[in-house]
T-cell receptor
Framework: SAVISQKPSRDICQRGTSLTIQCQVDSQVTMMFWYRQQPGQSLTLIATANQGSEATYESGFVIDKFPISRPNLTFSTLTVSNLSPEDSSIYLC???????????FGQGTRLTVV | GESVGLHLPTLSVQEGDNSIINCAYSNSASDYFIWYKQESGKGPQFIIDIRSNMDKRQGQRVTVLLNKTVKHLSLQIAATQPGDSAVYFCAEKGSGNTPLVFGKGTRLSVIA
């Protein structure tokens, strides 16, 4: 298993600003992912955070809006830029030790844009 | 595109009864499946997984069944308890460097 610390747990932001979410894992992991979960809905993968290189984004998500960093095997950040009310959602960090093994999740960051 | 879905969006069961949560998947190439439990205000918690070379796997009070013929996945919870109340998601993964795809979720409510 892995213990994931995600900060902040919640935030209220003004539209047009940005929020950076941090994800810290207690052990080195191969895979790190960022998901979005809109109210009452399932999880949608935003991107795979790659150590030392650009993240791999899923269809509908772009680097300018969701810049991601992963400087080492235990830490990643997701920034949600130029916020609008439509960005109000829960953002979740997920990690996996290997490609075809279970993924563990942080407790999520609840973002409200006003 | 490929998707993972669920037959029932909500499920209410009496405490002590068995619960069955169903999931249909459409990607026949998926070879790894996971069930997650998500309580309010928390991230998804891993429950149990199964690979495509198996059709059944048991954990503590939980059993996952995989029917590849009809592309159906189910989670059985024995002697359902109030603490089992949550939203349950199935997720599937194809081979290679493909992401985990989540189903829509089923809310399980346990009636005491």
């Amino acid at each position: 298993s892995a213990v994931i610390s995600q900060k902040p747990s919640r935030d209220i932001c003004q539209r047009g600003t940005s929020l950076t979410i941090q994800c810290q894992v207690d052990s080195q992991v191969t895979m790190m992912f960022w998901y979005r979960q809109q109210p009452g809905q399932s999880l949608t993968l935003i991107a795979t955070a790659n150590q030392g290189s650009e993240a791999t984004y899923e269809s509908g998500f772009v680097i300018d809006k969701f810049p991601i960093s992963r400087p080492n095997l235990t830490f990643s950040t997701l920034t949600v830029s130029n916020l609008s009310p439509e960005d109000s959602s829960i953002y979740l960090c997920s990690v996996a030790h290997l490609l075809n093994t279970e993924a563990f999740f942080g407790q999520g960051t609840r973002l409200t844009v006003v | 595109g490929e998707s993972v879905g669920l037959h029932l969006p909500t499920l209410s069961v009496q405490e002590g009864d068995n619960s069955i949560i169903n999931c249909a998947y459409s990607n026949s190439a998926s070879d790894y499946f996971i069930w997650y439990k998500q309580e309010s205000g928390k991230g998804p918690q891993f429950i149990i997984d199964i690979r495509s070379n198996m059709d059944k796997r048991q954990g503590q009070r939980v059993t996952v069944l995989l029917n590849k013929t009809v592309k159906h996945l189910s989670l059985q919870i024995a002697a359902t308890q109030p603490g089992d109340s949550a939203v349950y998601f199935c997720a599937e993964k194809g081979s290679g460097n493909t992401p985990l795809v989540f189903g829509k979720g089923t809310r399980l409510s346990v009636i005491a």
